[in-house]
């Protein structure tokens, strides 16, 4: 169990001049609202949503087109209407923050210096991008989507899309083509904007003939747009009806403009994982989006206008559209393309020191991996600048928060979040009003109406339950795409407990208001009745130098019973030998429980990984009962599909799967 250990504190003046802190003044000044501390604001908020999400539009000073009827409809979930007959631009919002003081973008790569985007390019060429996307007949509620990397043509190609009202959408070109179709064909786009190819660890990677099967796969499609990225004589006569993003941005523009479309309109479709099956297109809404963006970012990020904002993100996971929304509050986005660890860890931390970065957000796995290869920031790089750390995509452990603050910054805001493509935005993060305790997030979001619930959907205090939302929020999907009677949507969320999101994490909402979350529900642990997260076996096994990953599931045996397997991937040059399985069992009996010992502890060559970076403990677990492993998993969703055949061998030999 993690310790109270307090690690930070923020100072008088940090909270003062916090977002937090001057919208609980304006709540005094202009609803004679007043809160002693960050619970009773919560409390507040979750308990008056109608009142708290209309103080977002006053707050944030919102530009309505057209004024709303209500704030919220009496509809259950996921049925609740919000600001129905409002009408407004999510992107008109970002270019309020347009300025001669500082650049709008800030990008780096592997083989690119730091190089700016100001606010009057990027207006020019988000202008020129609409004006040819309009002259293409692209209107209100059609579909561009992309297959592009992390670059400032990506964030262009999104403000041109979603000023226009049209709705975006984007895949990382580390997707394989079977998984992009996977998840565009379901929205039938009418245009494609693509890279010709990328590079990754040092190595390029042609994605022509992705590009072409893509196009020729989507009948919808009636134009592409091609970045030469990879090489600048890319022939781009191979494919039908395309142009080059120079000349499509060369197109003389019309003054920029931001189309008026309801609150509810489709501002991006996101995708679930599609680790198995075809992923669901989760649909968000403009309104939605807005809100609750200028709502996080100002109060549990912090973040301020001139500040610089990076997210090691690609444009294949929600926290590239969150890193965008930094623009909202008049924040410089900082984007990097290529591989965090190439050609060393240190890469993005010296990367933190050159911008320099104010809000560094990374995963949980970064830190680990810096943590357990000895990476000093601290030491090895300038970090004066750097005031928060962002962690999120796997709980970070205990010994992650301690390795924040031993080798990164002592004096830094470590505010871990964590939420997901559903909601694209955080559930639970930082708080700038409160301490940082070792191995917990800070807070329940303000708005957000979140639990942890027993089998029976008691609300539980100190104990570990099931992540459950009891009232709406604007930011949860609006729909899923091609799902009109809303089946696959009530089936993500609502079977469990009726009327009430289940998100499918493992919480434990502390004494002190923090949140830590063990791990996945439907991956959870139960050994004789004792559950526990997966979380809690990593955390152990982290603290093992000789091990560099690990995966562990546990089967339910047709016969009875149940066989736990870990499966250990190792640091170069070292071996899994008995004495160091005795080691693993020692340390998972101390800090989890003897229960909780695996059956059998065996080295893989390599643990597969989504190319969002979460890893597939579900699909192992599928193949491992005997599913076909095309039915398990997608492997065109994976950073290394090869991974699996090593549990495909191991279910076929391993004598417990075979009763």
């Excluded at 006053?58 to 009408?87: C, I, L, R």
């Excluded at 919002?93 to 990027?122: C, M, Q």
């Excluded at 549990?300 to 996971?317: A, K, L, Y």
């Amino acid at each position: 169990m993690p310790s109270s250990r307090l690690l930070w504190k923020p100072s008088k003046e940090f909270i003062e001049h916090s977002n937090l802190t001057k919208y609980a003044n304006w709540l005094k000044e202009n609803y004679k609202l007043s809160f002693d501390d960050y619970h009773s604001l919560w409390q507040w908020s979750v308990k008056e949503p109608a009142t708290f999400w209309k103080t977002m539009t006053e707050y944030f000073k919102v530009q309505f087109h057209s004024p709303y009827n209500e704030v919220m409809s009496s509809d259950p979930m996921p049925f609740t209407k919000w600001f129905e007959g409002a009408t407004l631009n999510y992107a008109e919002h970002i270019f309020r923050n347009r300025t001669a003081d500082r650049p709008a973008i800030l990008y780096s790569s592997e083989d690119r210096d730091i190089s700016g985007v100001s606010w009057k390019e990027l207006e020019q060429r988000t202008a020129s991008l609409q004006t040819y996307l309009k002259n293409a007949g692209i209107e209100k509620g059609d579909r561009v989507v992309a297959y592009i990397p992390n670059i400032p043509e990506a964030t262009i190609a999104l403000l041109a899309t979603i000023s226009t009202g049209a709705t975006w959408s984007s895949c990382s070109p580390d997707f394989g083509s079977g998984s992009v179709l996977d998840r565009f064909k379901q929205i039938a786009p009418k245009v494609l904007i693509a890279v010709d190819g990328y590079t990754y660890n040092g190595k390029q990677y042609d994605r022509m003939e992705a590009v072409k099967e893509i196009s020729e796969q989507l009948p919808s499609v009636e134009k592409v747009i091609l970045i030469p990225y990879l090489n600048k004589q890319t022939d781009i006569s191979k494919i039908k009806n395309t142009v080059s993003w120079g000349e499509a941005i060369a197109t003389a523009p019309d003054p920029l403009s931001f189309a008026p479309v309801p609150f509810s309109h489709p501002i991006w479709i996101l995708y679930s994982s599609g680790t198995t099956g075809i992923p669901k297109a989760i649909t968000h809404s403009h309104g939605g989006m807005l809100l609750e963006h200028l709502k996080y970012l100002a109060f549990h990020n912090d973040v301020h206008p001139g500040e610089n904002f990076f997210w090691f993100s690609t444009t294949g996971w929600m926290m590239w559209n969150f890193v965008q929304a930094s623009l909202l509050l008049g924040a410089t986005i900082v984007l990097y393309d290529g591989s965090p660890t190439y050609p060393g860890l240190n890469k993005l931390w010296q990367l933190s020191e050159d911008v320099p970065i104010h809000h560094f957000g990374t995963s949980a796995p970064f830190i680990i991996a810096c943590m357990k290869r000895l990476v000093e920031p601290g030491k090895q790089h300038d970090l004066s600048a750097l005031r928060s750390i962002g962690s999120t995509g796997a709980p970070l452990p205990p010994e992650g928060f301690d390795y924040v603050y031993e080798k990164i910054k002592p004096d830094v805001w470590l505010c871990s979040m964590s939420g997901g493509t559903d909601i694209c935005t955080a559930l639970v993060g930082g708080n700038p009003w409160a301490p940082v305790y070792e191995g917990a997030i800070q807070c329940r979001a303000l708005g957000c109406s979140m639990y942890a619930y027993d089998e029976e959907g008691n609300p539980l205090i100190n104990e570990v339950g099931e992540m459950v939302i009891t009232k709406p929020m604007p930011c949860m999907p609006v729909y899923f795409w091609n799902d009109e009677d809303f089946k696959r949507y009530r089936e993500s969320y609502f079977e469990f407990y009726p009327g009430v999101w289940r998100h499918g994490d493992w919480i434990q909402i502390t004494p002190k208001g923090g949140v830590i979350i063990t791990g996945r529900s439907d991956t959870t642990l139960n050994r004789q009745g004792v559950r526990i997260g997966t979380a809690e076996i990593y955390r152990a096994v982290d603290k093992i130098p000789e091990i560099k990953d690990s995966l562990v599931v546990n089967i339910e045996l047709p016969h009875g019973g149940d066989f736990m397997p870990l499966f250990v991937l190792m640091q170069e040059g070292k071996q899994l030998s008995e004495e160091l399985k005795k080691t693993i069992n020692d340390k998972i009996k101390k800090d989890c429980s003897p229960r909780h010992i695996p059956d059998d502890i065996i080295a893989a060559p390599d643990l597969p990984y989504t190319i969002s970076g979460k890893k597939m403990e579900a699909p192992v677990k599928r193949i491992l009962m005997g599913k076909p492993v095309d039915k398990a998993a997608n492997r065109g969703a994976m950073s290394n599909p090869s991974s699996l055949d090593f549990f495909v061998s191991f279910a076929k030999k391993a004598e417990p799967l075979q009763g």
